[in-house]
């Protein structure tokens, strides 16, 4: 009940954070693109929707830009706008004096910003679907997308995108725990983002954990084979960080 009180706690002090507004904004960002290209086209309509690849192509077209470079900014900017709550208002102390454990605060937070990450996932999957039904309905003469939707294989595609997300995450939530100044975590995140999308040409860029969102969507339009699982590395890297951030937080000296 404790964890769960804290928890409570922590969701609310995001709601009038920016973090809550790049989720929402970030969601349906790409969709909303994608919509008015297709209202504006609209001559194009009619084919496509009759297409027996529709759902797939609009889900390869969604994720293009999402996974390379919305994915991975918006994840280091929620994770750190989240974790520096407590440094923005300087209220470390206070959290501290209150009646639960270091441990709870700090998988508190921690589980904050994975739920966070789970409401982007829902809103950009309804942004996704909505981008592909509504210019149907506003179009006249055009049906709805002949080809079924294929949602067992989306539902399994967004697990892997979030896992790969998981590192991300870790290292974003441990700087920012780290460094009272805002800047910092967000200037590191940018620096491996930069260096992630450097090395994707590499055979070895895989061992930078900010690769993997941009290296599952190559891998799924067939423009990369690695030799690794990159899933079970990226929620590799996410407990190891997980567990050094834990340790760092715990053992620092000067909390806040």
Same mark, same amino acid.
């Given at each position: 009940?404790?964890?769960?009180?804290?928890?409570?706690?922590?969701?609310?002090?995001?709601?009038?954070?920016?973090?809550?507004?790049?989720?929402?904004?970030?969601?349906?960002? *790409?969709?909303?693109?994608? #919509?008015?290209?297709?209202?504006?086209?609209? *001559?194009?309509?009619?084919?496509?929707?009759?297409?027996?690849?529709? %759902?797939?192509?609009? %889900?390869?077209?969604?994720?293009?830009?999402?996974?390379?470079?919305?994915?991975?900014?918006?994840?280091?900017?929620?994770?750190? #706008?989240? *974790?520096?709550?407590?440094?923005?208002?300087?209220?470390?102390?206070?959290?501290?004096?209150?009646?639960?454990?270091? *441990?709870?605060?700090?998988?508190?937070?921690?589980?904050?910003?994975?739920?966070?990450?789970? &409401?982007?996932?829902?809103?950009?999957?309804?942004?996704?679907?909505?981008?592909?039904?509504?210019?149907?309905?506003?179009?006249?003469?055009?049906?709805?997308?002949?080809?079924?939707?294929?949602?067992?294989?989306?539902?399994?595609?967004?697990?892997?995108?979030?896992?790969?997300?998981?590192?991300?995450?870790?290292? &974003?939530?441990?700087?920012?725990? &780290?460094?009272?100044?805002?800047?910092?975590?967000?200037?590191?995140?940018?620096? #491996?983002?930069?260096?992630?999308?450097?090395?994707?040409? %590499?055979?070895?860029?895989?061992?930078?954990?900010?690769?993997?969102?941009?290296?599952?969507?190559?891998?799924?339009?067939?423009?990369?084979?690695?030799?690794?699982?990159?899933?079970?590395?990226?929620?590799?890297?996410?407990?190891?960080?997980?567990?050094?951030?834990?340790?760092?937080?715990?053992?620092?000296?000067?909390?806040?």
């Amino acid at each position: 009940m404790q964890f769960i009180y804290s928890f409570q706690s922590e969701w609310l002090k995001k709601k009038r954070n920016l973090a809550s507004w790049l989720v929402i904004v970030g969601a349906f960002f *790409t969709p909303a693109i994608l #919509l008015i290209y297709s209202l504006v086209y609209s *001559t194009k309509l009619y084919a496509a929707s009759m297409a027996p690849n529709f %759902w797939y192509a609009l %889900w390869e077209n969604s994720w293009e830009s999402m996974a390379i470079f919305l994915l991975p900014m918006g994840v280091i900017l929620a994770t750190s #706008l989240i *974790t520096q709550i407590e440094f923005r208002n300087n209220t470390w102390k206070q959290l501290h004096t209150l009646p639960q454990s270091m *441990t709870t605060i700090f998988f508190a937070k921690l589980s904050v910003i994975i739920v966070m990450m789970l &409401q982007f996932f829902i809103l950009f999957n309804i942004g996704f679907y909505l981008s592909g039904v509504v210019p149907c309905l506003l179009t006249k003469g055009v049906p709805y997308p002949k080809a079924p939707l294929p949602y067992q294989v989306f539902l399994k595609d967004n697990l892997l995108y979030f896992v790969a997300c998981l590192p991300i995450i870790a290292v &974003q939530y441990l700087t920012s725990l &780290q460094f009272k100044n805002f800047l910092a975590p967000i200037g590191i995140g940018i620096a #491996l983002w930069i260096l992630s999308v450097a090395v994707f040409r %590499w055979q070895y860029g895989y061992i930078i954990p900010y690769t993997y969102c941009g290296f599952h969507f190559l891998q799924n339009i067939g423009k990369v084979k690695l030799s690794v699982p990159i899933h079970v590395l990226a929620f590799g890297w996410f407990i190891l960080f997980t567990i050094i951030s834990y340790i760092l937080y715990i053992t620092k000296k000067e909390k806040g």
